[in-house]
């Protein structure tokens, strides 16, 4: 499957295969993937600051994905031996070497295959893409930031965190959720299917809006 020039994937969508050049080697990314979340994010070209702070925060943070079954993988349309280079000066600057592989992609092939390209601007600066697969490899998040705005990693574990939560169980996360607080029971879920699942109980501020504590 190859995306019309610019078009991005979208939710629910099975990301497409692909094999290419990394700074772990060659991949073909199912199998890398394998039954992992996969969190896929892009960068213009290599030596980019705003860029370098992210594949830094990245690897710090390769941890906490460590721990949500999550692996990490990185793009950029410059070529392999650049990565390496870049990977130093990352490791100098942002106090973390990177732990994940990074994609060399100077045909611009998984980044036209991704939809990360813009067809109306200089794709050296628009490939600013980051996705969430869950591990059937479906597209459970998307997000595109401009040039000039470094990506927030917490908000990614924070919607990862909410999609493992709400896979589990039969609720949704309302605004400014975070990990441990309450959810809501989702609508499609009688009163008489809830109280099975949820024999805690719930508040109900309205019908169609009950508050369910979760133990995790």
Request: glycine letters at 6%; one cysteine or more; a negative charge.
């Amino acid at each position: 499957m190859t995306l019309q020039y610019g078009a991005q994937l979208s939710l629910g969508q099975v990301a497409p295969d692909f094999e290419a050049e990394t700074t772990d080697g060659p991949i073909r990314f199912s199998d890398w993937a394998k039954d992992s979340w996969v969190v896929f994010f892009s960068h213009p070209k290599d030596f980019t600051p705003v860029c370098t702070t992210e594949l830094g925060e990245a690897a710090r943070l390769k941890p906490e994905f460590d721990k949500r079954g999550v692996k990490v993988i990185g793009l950029s349309v410059d070529p392999l031996d650049r990565h390496d280079a870049w990977a130093e000066d990352i490791r100098q600057t942002q106090g973390t070497a990177l732990n994940f592989p990074m994609i060399a992609d100077p045909s611009k092939h998984v980044s036209q295959l991704y939809g990360m390209i813009h067809p109306e601007a200089d794709p050296s600066i628009t490939v600013r893409t980051v996705y969430v697969l869950d591990p059937n490899r479906k597209v459970r998040l998307t997000l595109t930031y401009p040039p000039s705005t470094g990506r927030n990693f917490h908000e990614v574990l924070r919607v990862i965190d909410s999609l493992q939560l709400t896979d589990k169980h039969k609720v949704a996360t309302p605004v400014n959720w975070q990990p441990g607080e309450r959810a809501i029971i989702v609508p499609s879920l009688s009163d008489e299917e809830a109280a099975k699942r949820f024999p805690q109980g719930w508040k109900a501020d309205r019908p169609y809006l009950r508050w369910v504590e979760l133990s995790e």
